[in-house]
């Protein structure tokens, strides 16, 4: 076995192993119903033709590779014993786990409560939080649940719907005032989650409650499917624009970083 040490904080690398994860993913990447060639898998991976061919027979071997064909027709695609061991790993999975330290983190960068929401009916309901430790308190309780329309959790994942169906939500729960800032015009508030899908996450300014502002992000799946929400909570204090969109970028990352170890794979913002 050869092993040999990382640079990137990683203490071995074992290169046969991270060569069949290659060969993998270039198998994930192919045309669905068009499987790969030994030299599509060699120039895709950058390995000679017979590395290539003895990685993709030990994935057969063990089915998690498969192919088809005889001699240069052959081809090869993922196998079937992936399916399961997906299967198994969303089986293992706890949301709450996952986001727990990525929350824990949030929190001591931006000195301010982190909670985690997943949608439950027309509602974001939270299921865990990390308290910043100061002295004065908002009230934040496990279990509460956001509204849709002036919650950074709730528009959040409100974002993550398509017009319709936020439409079809609102017609059941309403838009009612809980403060002089709350959007109470479906349009206002379909025109305000355009911006909230642009920038990556949301900002309740005082929507729900007088001098506290919270922002919120959507988490996102292996499938890409909206998953929860995590949001960060503080009192606002005469705190500069700027900050928010220094926070709004915090809370965006973080959002990404446990879609990332969800299996989310799609494209994340920049700015």
Sequence with gaps: MTVTEETDGSRYLVRSVSRAAEVLEALAAATPGHGLSVTDVARACGLSKSAAFATLHTLCQHGLAADDGEGMNRRYRLGMAL???GVRAQEQLSLRDIARPVLAALTRQTGLSSRLAVPEGEHAVVIDQVSNGERIQIELRMGTRELPHCT???KALLAEMSAPQVRELIDRVG???RTDHTIVDLDS???HLDDVRQ??????DEEDAEGVFCIGSALRDHTGACSGAISVTGLKLGLPSWRYQELGR???QAAEEISARLGYAGPQLTS
Excluded: F, N
């Excluded at 920038?199 to 309740?204: E, K, V």
């Design 250 to 252: 915090q809370v965006r």
């Design 175 to 177: 838009l009612p005032r």
């Design 152 to 154: 950074g959790l709730g």
């Design 83 to 85: 399916a399961r061991l």
């Design 199 to 204: 920038a990556g996450y949301a900002l309740d």
């Design 189 to 191: 508030l379909l025109a």
